[in-house]
């Protein structure tokens, strides 16, 4: 019997219309939710991704302003934009899509972003706050994975994780809040000897390489819950993820397609984020 498909799309619309409300609620009190989208230059990848958080946005009810920069902008006039958002009180959350261009150091660029308006996840303070378990945002994609998880209502107490990559953005968080919910934990990485022999042993397997198709049936536990993160695009022009869904349908218990997966739940979870940075504000 095939797998259950974990329906990211259906699971997204159901937490957006619960956002929506909460952020009319939050409006009629005199505090819309703010985020600001920063792109810098022309990728057209991050175009789709920023105009679909700021379609997003609208339908949730949350104000969103997107700033567009060249590609030729300097660090120090960057920097500028955020530290003039840090002082906006109608924004309460900041995101900077990535990748940004080469002569631009993104690790300063995320550090300058004031942590309270930090929906992203990713500035050090949240990273080290998520280590001791109290994070103040959670970053997008493993929050959005967890979610799934809750959706089937899996008992991921005592369960054996795996997460094949270790990436800042979705490998390390996605592990520490799998350990904060109970989980045992392996993180295998592009150096790990051997990787089937700790995918085969995972009730949760999450995969985050970008990699096409890495993980193959002989490499999953019959029943596993698999949870796909990567989004490829083939030489044909189609998606597929780093899990060979075709072939793994056949022996997991639950799996995410791709697209429509872990994909909208990311930005589900990015407007999320946006909520509670309004809330905290608001309070």
Not at 26 to 39: D, F, H, N, Q
Not at 104 to 130: M, Q, R, Y
């Amino acid at each position: 019997m095939p797998a259950k498909l974990l329906d990211g799309n259906l699971l997204s619309r159901q937490i957006r219309a619960e956002i929506a409300t909460s952020a009319a609620i939050l409006g009629a009190k005199g505090t819309k939710p703010g985020l600001a989208v920063i792109l810098v230059g022309e990728n057209p990848a991050s175009q789709i991704y920023v105009r679909n958080k700021v379609k997003a946005c609208a339908e949730a009810n949350i104000h969103s302003e997107l700033i567009q920069l060249p590609s030729d902008i300097s660090e120090e006039q960057l920097l500028s934009h955020i530290q003039k958002l840090n002082q906006n009180s109608n924004i309460h959350g900041i995101l900077v899509q990535l990748p940004l261009p080469s002569h631009i150091d993104s690790h300063l660029v995320l550090e300058t972003i004031a942590p309270l308006k930090d929906v992203d996840g990713f500035h050090v303070s949240n990273a080290g706050a998520l280590m001791t378990g109290k994070p103040i945002f959670k970053p997008c994609t493993p929050y959005g994975c967890m979610k799934i998880l809750e959706s089937i209502d899996y008992p991921i107490r005592g369960a054996r994780a795996v997460m094949v990559g270790a990436s800042n953005i979705v490998g390390k968080p996605m592990a520490m809040l799998l350990l904060q919910a109970g989980a045992t934990i392996t993180i295998c990485n592009s150096k790990t000897k051997d990787i089937a022999a700790h995918t085969k042993e995972a009730d949760i397997l999450v995969v985050a390489t970008g990699i096409p198709k890495m993980i193959s049936a002989h490499m999953v536990k019959p029943g596993a819950v698999v949870i796909d993160v990567g989004i490829n695009r083939l030489p044909d022009g189609k998606l597929c993820g780093d899990v060979d869904f075709d072939e793994v349908k056949y022996v997991a218990g639950w799996i995410t397609p791709v697209p429509g997966g872990v994909g909208p739940m990311t930005i589900t979870m990015l407007l999320q984020n946006t909520l509670e940075a309004a809330t905290n504000f608001y309070h």
